[in-house]
């Protein structure tokens, strides 16, 4: 990765070796997915796992075909349409390393008919079964008196946007897998409520190679933003550099559209937002050319 070789470009004996260094071409990075989101929630996509460097160039792709103003290590759909379903993917460039072009695996999004707020009760996952249930923001299970039973050799993972509660008479017996999590990639498991069975669908691998022209496209600089504190209280700093005339605004997981208050100084933006409860927000910067999008959270 380009945070690991950029420093060797500064070795005083890095002309010494420099004749035999080789380091492109790599494997693509970040792992193949599927993400599904629901009709009218925000979209999040990102290189899993990449450590980007500061000076990272990013360009994002849908079906191959270049995605203009999209330069920013995340891509952000504000409210999902079918015309946002496809393949992505993202090339990455150095200004330093210049003979390496990363690219990352495909990410494949796809509609989701996972509903906002989700009770699960009188439900027995036995033994073999593997069941998957989410919502976009607040996940019950049991409760009122209800219950919900994960027997021995049952597994079941429950994935919520903003919340999962667990309630009195929820019970995971001795040999069971019961695994619940916040989404911060708006990515579920494709649950129909009515069946109480999770759907997967994996899609067919693209061959790499019709990347092969994506290196002739045209590259437009993404201006440098730096967000801080992070984690925060929902009063932060963004300094921006080439980013004149910018809009600013915060998404929830669950797609609440939040405006907050700005105070601008020269290249710095102070940003205030009262009465922010604890989760990952994101910060979506907007200009006549593109959009920037950065991830915090607030505890």
Same mark, same amino acid.
């Given at each position: 990765?380009?945070?690991?070789?950029?420093?060797?470009?500064?070795?005083?004996?890095?002309?010494?070796?420099?004749?035999?260094?080789?380091?492109?071409?790599?494997?693509?990075?970040?792992?193949?997915?599927?993400?599904?989101?629901?009709?009218?929630?925000?979209?999040?996509?990102?290189?899993?796992?990449?450590?980007?460097?500061?000076?990272?160039?990013?360009?994002?792709?849908?079906?191959?075909? @270049?995605? /203009?103003? &999209? %330069?920013?290590? =995340?891509?952000? +759909?504000?409210?999902?349409?079918?015309?946002?379903? $496809?393949?992505?993917?993202?090339?990455?460039?150095?200004?330093?390393?210049?003979?390496?072009?990363?690219?990352?695996? @495909?990410? /494949?999004? &796809? %509609?989701?008919? =996972?509903?906002? +707020?989700?009770?699960?009760?009188?439900?027995?996952? $036995?033994?073999?079964?593997?069941?998957?249930?989410?919502?976009?923001?607040?996940?019950?299970?049991?409760?009122?008196?209800?219950?919900?039973?994960?027997?021995?050799?049952?597994?079941?993972?429950?994935?919520?946007?903003?919340?999962?509660?667990?309630?009195?008479?929820?019970?995971?017996?001795?040999?069971?897998?019961?695994?619940?999590?916040?989404?911060?990639?708006?990515?579920?498991?494709?649950?129909?409520?009515?069946?109480?069975?999770?759907?997967?669908?994996?899609?067919?691998?693209?061959?790499?190679?019709?990347?092969?022209?994506?290196?002739?496209?045209?590259?437009?600089?993404?201006?440098?933003?730096?967000?801080?504190?992070?984690?925060?209280?929902?009063?932060?700093?963004?300094?921006?550099?080439?980013?004149?005339?910018?809009?600013?605004?915060?998404?929830?997981?669950?797609?609440?559209?939040?405006?907050?208050?700005?105070?601008?100084?020269?290249?710095?933006?102070?940003?205030?937002?009262?009465?922010?409860?604890?989760?990952?927000?994101?910060?979506?910067?907007?200009?006549?050319?593109?959009?920037?999008?950065?991830?915090?959270?607030?505890?």
């Amino acid at each position: 990765w380009f945070v690991d070789l950029v420093p060797v470009f500064d070795w005083a004996n890095y002309s010494v070796f420099s004749s035999s260094f080789t380091y492109a071409p790599q494997a693509p990075v970040g792992s193949e997915e599927t993400v599904r989101v629901p009709l009218g929630q925000p979209v999040v996509l990102e290189v899993s796992g990449y450590d980007p460097s500061a000076d990272d160039l990013f360009q994002w792709y849908k079906d191959d075909v @270049l995605l /203009t103003g &999209e %330069t920013d290590s =995340v891509l952000f +759909v504000e409210s999902h349409t079918e015309n946002d379903t $496809g393949v992505y993917s993202c090339r990455i460039n150095h200004p330093v390393v210049v003979e390496l072009t990363l690219y990352s695996e @495909l990410i /494949t999004l &796809e %509609t989701s008919e =996972v509903p906002a +707020v989700y009770l699960l009760s009188g439900t027995t996952v $036995g033994n073999g079964d593997d069941r998957c249930y989410g919502a976009t923001d607040l996940l019950t299970v049991a409760g009122d008196g209800s219950r919900v039973d994960c027997e021995n050799g049952s597994s079941m993972n429950l994935i919520a946007g903003r919340s999962v509660r667990l309630l009195h008479g929820f019970h995971a017996h001795a040999g069971s897998y019961v695994h619940a999590r916040i989404t911060t990639t708006a990515s579920f498991c494709d649950l129909q409520p009515e069946s109480n069975i999770a759907v997967y669908d994996k899609s067919e691998l693209l061959d790499l190679k019709q990347k092969s022209g994506m290196m002739q496209a045209e590259s437009v600089s993404s201006p440098t933003v730096k967000l801080y504190p992070n984690p925060n209280k929902g009063r932060f700093t963004v300094e921006l550099d080439g980013l004149n005339g910018a809009s600013f605004t915060v998404y929830s997981l669950s797609g609440s559209k939040i405006q907050p208050l700005v105070q601008k100084s020269g290249s710095n933006a102070r940003i205030e937002i009262e009465g922010m409860r604890e989760g990952i927000y994101f910060l979506v910067i907007k200009n006549d050319q593109q959009n920037i999008v950065k991830k915090f959270i607030v505890y």
